[in-house]
């Protein structure tokens, strides 16, 4: 059984990580993707696929919704505004552009996240970000 309360304390536990790009080591380094592929590992296990190498503008580059396509394979896709604690949030930027920022819900308004040149952080889930909102997951196999 997984609960949301611990896949919350998972994430809150990465908080301090400094920024790495496609790293996903707890406490050593990490980005947005390497956070949620970390909390994954801590409360499912095992990785269900490996990430491919991916440069930093990967979505402007090549205009297709990776990040959202691959959390679809391996997350329960949800309703963009019925996300919940222990929730994945993927964002856009701008309109127009695939989503390539992921966090995790901790609160009904904060989230968990790694962002370039910061350290993986619990941040308001304010306006600015609410409006960038382009897809949310569910871990499988939450019990509320």
Same mark, same amino acid.
């Given at each position: 059984?997984?609960?949301?309360?611990?896949?919350?304390?998972?994430?809150?536990?990465?908080?301090?990580?400094?920024?790495?790009?496609?790293?996903?080591?707890?406490?050593?380094?990490?980005?947005?993707?390497?956070?949620?592929?970390?909390?994954?590992?801590?409360?499912?296990?095992?990785?269900?696929?490996? !990430?491919?190498?991916? #440069?930093?503008?990967? %979505?402007?580059?090549?205009? &297709?919704? =990776?990040?959202?396509? $691959? +959390?679809?394979?391996?997350?329960?896709?949800?309703?963009?505004?019925?996300?919940?604690?222990?929730?994945?949030?993927?964002?856009?930027?701008?309109?127009?552009?695939? !989503?390539?920022?992921? #966090?995790?819900?901790? %609160?009904?308004?904060?989230? &968990?996240? =790694?962002?370039?040149? $910061? +350290?993986?952080?619990?941040?308001?889930?304010?306006?600015?970000?609410?409006?960038?909102?382009?897809?949310?997951?569910?871990?499988?196999?939450?019990?509320?």
């Amino acid at each position: 059984m997984i609960s949301r309360s611990l896949i919350v304390a998972e994430a809150r536990d990465w908080i301090g990580t400094p920024y790495r790009h496609q790293a996903s080591l707890k406490g050593v380094g990490c980005d947005c993707l390497g956070l949620v592929r970390g909390v994954w590992r801590g409360v499912i296990g095992a990785e269900p696929e490996r !990430a491919p190498a991916y #440069a930093p503008d990967w %979505a402007e580059a090549g205009g &297709v919704e =990776a990040l959202a396509d $691959a +959390a679809a394979r391996h997350l329960v896709a949800i309703e963009r505004d019925a996300f919940g604690d222990g929730d994945v949030l993927l964002f856009r930027w701008r309109a127009g552009l695939p !989503a390539k920022h992921a #966090a995790i819900v901790t %609160a009904a308004d904060k989230i &968990v996240h =790694a962002h370039d040149g $910061a +350290a993986v952080a619990e941040v308001a889930l304010a306006p600015w970000w609410r409006r960038r909102i382009a897809y949310a997951f569910r871990f499988p196999g939450i019990e509320d």
